[in-house]
Structures are given as C-alpha cells and as structure tokens.
C-alpha cells in the first residue's frame, strides 16, 4: 500500500500543477487582452491633453494669428465659435440674450408707493411729496422727492417722514408724473391700496394689470376675516417683517407689497385667472 500511495500522491501533485498553470495561463490571457484597450485609451487621453486650444481672440494670438486663422475648422467649431465669440462687454451672444430676457421678467412687475402730505383747510386733502418704485427684486427704479403744487398745511411728519426740505429741493411734479407713466407702461403694477397712489400721482392704470395687497380676497380673509388689513399687518403675517415702526418710507413699503406678492404670485394669479370676470 505504502508503494501505491507513493505513486498517487505525485499524480495529484502533477494534476494540480496542472490546474495552476492554466490559470495562470488564463489570467496572462486576459492580461494581455485588456493591455492594448488599456494603452490606446491612454494614448487617447494623452492625444487630448496634447490638442492645442484655438484661441480666436486676435490679441490674445498675437503673432500666431495668420497661422491659427488659417487653420481649418468644422463646421460645428464654426458655429461654437459664432455662439461663444464676445462682445466688447465679455458676454457672448447667447449670454446677452439670457440677461435680456432676465431683466425683463425683472422689470415686468413693478411695485408702488407714495408719500402724501396734506393740503387746504386742516391739511385734509393729499398731495404728493415722494414716489418710490422698485422692481420685482425690491431694487429701487426711483424715489423721487416732489415740489409742492400748493401750500402745505401738514407735513403728516410722524407718518409720512416728510419735512419741508425734502419737498421744497424735489422735483416738479409733471416731470416725476411723465416719469412713472412711463415706467408703468406694459407693466404689472404691485401695490397696497395703490388707487390712492395712482390717484394722487392723477394717472390711471389699467385694472387687469394691478395686484393690490389690500383688495386680494384670500389674503384678506387670512388675514383680517375679511376686512382690509394694514399693509404692516400683512408683513408681519405673511412676511414675518415689522415695518413702519415709525416714520414711514415708501421705499420700504414698495418692497414690502411686492415681497408679499412674489410669495403669493402663484396662488394669487390661479386666482385671477378663475376670476377673470369679478372685480377682485
């Protein structure tokens, strides 16, 4: 037995050596398969890395410009040079395009505040001393003191934050008028009770193309059950903002509507538009 088992032993040995080296064999193989796709991708990355980048800026060439001007293109390199070629302000053209487009949705929606002080007998009648607008991103458009038409018999200071210096260095009233007339035009006009603001400005505007903080129903209803809440009072519930502490300021209060609408725009213009036919 111990003579048969010494001629077994070296047989496994041998089959086991076997099983190893075509294993091996197998891996080299596979080794050596993967090394060609391995090296071209390589040299690809290298022959990438290698591509001189065409500069079509004539200065930045310098002397190279008759020779990088002369250098063949595709068409498609053609039209990427057309898109990404820039103006004498840095921007290509499709990025002018892009900020056109932003600054008009900008300036699509304006909001509206103005100052009063009073005039005639008890200073009951309101003139106008100061009109801000701002944009839909609250940045100011104008703010404008306003000479007094008449004889001021109340400042309304403690309210209106107006003093007599402020009004009497304004400007006159038709040119601050001319102005807002046109900055409103095609525009949505954002307000609080803003029919006394166009009242007193004399100018209308057209109905369909005003929001008004103190009229929208829903807002409204949460608010104030249903009665015309105070613009601070608005702040404060949808804006988390205190505002009119004291003195007033138009600036602040043009914000203040238009920051509440951008927060309800959506809502607000289903609304609308579910409602086309009622006064709102």
Request: with cysteine; glycine share 4%.
């Amino acid at each position: 037995m111990s003579e048969n088992q010494d001629h077994v032993i070296p047989k496994r040995k041998k089959r086991r050596n076997r099983k190893k080296t075509s294993s091996e064999t197998e891996n080299q193989s596979i080794e050596e398969q993967s090394r060609p796709l391995h090296t071209s991708m390589e040299r690809l990355k290298v022959q990438n890395n290698n591509v001189p980048q065409v500069n079509v800026d004539r200065k930045a060439a310098g002397s190279n410009w008759e020779a990088i001007r002369q250098t063949p293109q595709s068409s498609a390199e053609v039209n990427a040079e057309e898109e990404n070629t820039q103006s004498p302000t840095g921007l290509s053209k499709s990025a002018r395009i892009r900020q056109k487009r932003k600054t008009n949705q900008l300036n699509k929606y304006v909001a509206m505040d103005c100052e009063m002080v009073g005039v005639g007998f008890n200073g009951q009648e309101d003139m106008l001393a100061r009109v801000s607008i701002v944009n839909k991103n609250g940045e100011i458009i104008i703010d404008k003191f306003v000479k007094p038409q008449e004889a001021v018999t109340d400042y309304r200071t403690s309210v209106s934050g107006i003093r007599p210096h402020d009004v009497e260095n304004g400007e006159e009233f038709k040119d601050v008028q001319d102005e807002v007339v046109k900055i409103l035009q095609g525009k949505i006009l954002v307000g609080h009770a803003i029919r006394n603001d166009l009242a007193v400005l004399h100018i209308k505007h057209p109905f369909s193309n005003i929001r008004d903080t103190a009229r929208y129903k829903p807002l409204c209803r949460l608010v104030a059950n249903g009665r015309t809440p105070s613009l601070k009072r608005l702040s404060q519930a949808i804006l988390g903002q205190e505002i009119q502490t004291g003195e007033h300021n138009s600036v602040e209060d043009a914000r203040a509507a238009m920051h509440i609408y951008n927060r309800l725009s959506k809502d607000w213009e289903a609304y609308l538009k579910k409602h086309q036919h009622r006064k709102l």
